[in-house]
């Protein structure tokens, strides 16, 4: 099942909507630069400030950031829980999928999905986004992807694939996985946790695109990919916290959740750890 087809998942979010907001992380400055250039760059024939619709906004974490470099900014986002937060922040929230969503008639100098494009079918939603960009817009696709560093990364991937027998894992990364299987003939997972364009080049393993790129060609969109990573550092509470607002762990047996967060508890320091994000954002003209 593809992940815009899985609405259980696609609405888990709201639950936890605060702690969403409270933990997931901000994206680095760069690549909001890179995203507001873009932007700027189509505004630039006329007065204001660039228009930027935010698809799937969640609680507002990109469209906030953009918001603050100058955007004025309409987030759309679904699940009403998630609306609220992002509306508490000023945010202009128009509650609606994209798919259901009333343009009634405006445009936009870019489109922006932060941690939300593969919640959409992106044979409908690709044609749909080229009438709703002016002249020379932009579609900016971005994803967080945050993995621990050092020794921790393998055991803690190894307690959580223990609790998602079909195959999940608890997922920090930018769906869905561009990583390809030991043999290349079998397609990947869809819901493990993906890499920012292209996987590791090892073993039988193959080095393929980031499927977003696929569709954006297939499509009549010009793609350019640009990462960029940044250290961070976790408390062991806000590490479990960020990971448990995750649709693999929100969709879980409440008991197992409980099980899994604790086992994943004990093996993180007291002072915390350490963790690599090498953010994505996918930019792409018509």
């Not at 937060?85 to 008639?105: C, D, M, N, P």
């Not at 560093?149 to 998602?164: C, Q, V, W």
Request: charged share 25%; no cysteine.
């Amino acid at each position: 099942m593809e992940y815009f087809e899985d609405r259980e998942r696609a609405e888990s979010f709201g639950e936890v909507a605060r702690d969403y907001d409270a933990y997931r992380p901000k994206y680095p400055a760069p690549l909001i630069t890179e995203i507001m250039q873009a932007a700027r760059a189509t505004a630039e024939s006329r007065t204001g400030d660039p228009r930027i619709l935010d698809v799937g906004s969640g609680t507002g974490i990109l469209a906030s950031q953009l918001r603050d470099a100058g955007a004025e900014i309409l987030a759309v986002e679904p699940v009403t829980a998630m609306a609220q937060v992002a509306r508490s922040k000023g945010l202009e929230v128009e509650i609606s999928t994209f798919e259901e969503w009333e343009a009634h008639g405006r445009m936009f100098d870019l489109i922006s999905f932060g941690q939300s494009f593969h919640w959409v079918d992106p044979i409908a939603a690709l044609p749909r986004i080229r009438t709703l960009l002016e002249p020379a817009g932009k579609l900016a696709l971005a994803w967080n992807d945050i993995e621990p560093k050092g020794e921790f990364r393998d055991r803690l991937d190894a307690i959580s694939a223990r609790f998602h027998a079909e195959g999940t894992t608890a997922s920090l990364g930018a769906a869905p996985n561009p990583r390809t299987a030991a043999d290349p003939s079998t397609p990947a997972d869809p819901s493990t946790p993906a890499g920012p364009g292209t996987a590791e080049t090892a073993g039988n393993f193959e080095a393929v695109e980031h499927p977003a790129l696929t569709q954006l060609r297939a499509s009549g969109f010009t793609p350019h990919e640009s990462v960029f990573a940044e250290d961070l550092w976790y408390s062991r509470h806000n590490w479990l916290s960020m990971l448990f607002t995750y649709s693999a762990q929100l969709t879980m047996d409440p008991v197992k959740r409980a099980v899994m967060r604790e086992e994943l508890s004990a093996e993180i320091p007291d002072d915390g750890l350490e963790a690599r994000n090498e953010a994505l954002v996918i930019l792409a003209g018509v």
